[in-house]
């Protein structure tokens, strides 16, 4: 039997979703197969230093001493390409998917561009860049921001107000803003992991946010009791297996590696893709660990998957 793998499970970051990663770096770390790895809970603090228990180390450095490390940020900074970048200049092994597709996941924008060259449906959408403001717009609409992610930012509106608003906060924070049509239809989400080279699709859920949530928002997606999340969904056996080929498509038309999450709406017959998370959430309220649930895969079973599957890109 060969030696267990020093693993750095990293959390936290620079970004807003900084507790949220905190979340699914502690749900790795206290899930990991002990019998096959050695993991260490590794907290990347928001001026850029490295915190392990009481220790502090330079970033990133003070990742050198890790045979892997399991990406567990969130947003900007950790899902975006940038991690990702550091880590393959100095050669440090990691999780999930590559620097481009992760530049290209959390660029919404972008990411519709490839969805549309790979057939896939998208809602209608304009982009809007500092101080540009649409001058005639038909209600609803949905306004997000074109990078982020957790729906951060992500608002359903309803009036020239709000809209105004809305655009002031996406720019404060420094990003375009994305004006999509509002569908309104079904809120669907597919997982997807590869195992030995084959792109596998998880059970299909359904996202049903409490009635004060009109969408998976971010307090429905990471609060207990904002949303019930039905796994596998109710759903026709044909409409299944159509999102979950839309999920493997989606996957491959930017390129992503070990596992992602694709959301649809679906309205009548027609499967509109929303945008791919290129690095799921993994708290004990996440939906890829619930749709592996599902599948009969445990989360321990799916943290080893993840790591195996990352390792072999190396």
């Known amino acids: ?105 959390m660029d919404k924008w972008l990411s519709k561009l490839f969805f549309n060259k790979s057939g896939l449906v998208v809602p209608s959408s304009r982009l809007f860049k500092q101080k540009e403001f649409p001058e005639k717009v038909k209600f609803p609409l949905v306004a997000k921001p074109r990078r982020g992610g957790s729906s951060v930012g992500v608002e359903l509106i309803y009036s020239r107000k709000q809209l105004k608003k809305t655009f002031e906060k996406i720019w404060k924070s420094g990003d375009d803003v994305i004006l999509e049509r509002y569908i309104r239809g079904r809120e669907l989400t597919v997982g997807v992991i590869e195992k030995k080279g084959k792109i596998i699709s998880l059970p299909v859920i359904e996202i049903v946010p409490k009635k004060k949530h009109k969408f998976f928002d971010y307090q429905a997606k990471y609060l207990p009791g904002h949303s019930d999340e039905i796994v596998p969904a109710p759903i026709s056996r044909s409409l299944a297996g159509r999102l979950q080929r839309s999920a493997i498509q989606a996957h491959k038309s930017l390129e992503c590696s070990v596992y992602s999450r694709s959301d649809f709406m679906v309205l009548g017959k027609k499967i509109y893709i929303l945008e791919v998370n290129t690095l799921p959430g993994l708290t004990q309220n996440s939906l890829v660990p619930k749709a592996a649930q599902a599948a009969g895969m445990s989360f321990g079973d799916l943290i080893t998957l993840i790591i195996k599957s990352s390792l072999e890109r190396f």
């Open 1 to 105: 039997m060969g030696r267990k793998l020093i693993v750095a499970v990293l959390c936290g970051g620079p970004s807003s979703e900084y507790e949220v990663s905190l979340n699914s770096g502690r749900n790795v770390f206290k899930f990991i197969d002990r019998k096959k790895f050695l993991p260490t809970l590794v907290i990347l603090q928001k001026d850029f230093s490295l915190r392990i228990g009481s220790q502090t180390l330079p970033f990133p450095s003070g990742l050198r001493r890790f045979d892997v490390v399991f990406n567990a940020l969130h947003g900007q900074f950790g899902e975006d390409g940038v991690l990702q970048s550091i880590l393959d200049l100095i050669r440090i092994p990691y999780t999930g998917s590559d620097t481009a597709s992760s530049f290209i996941g």
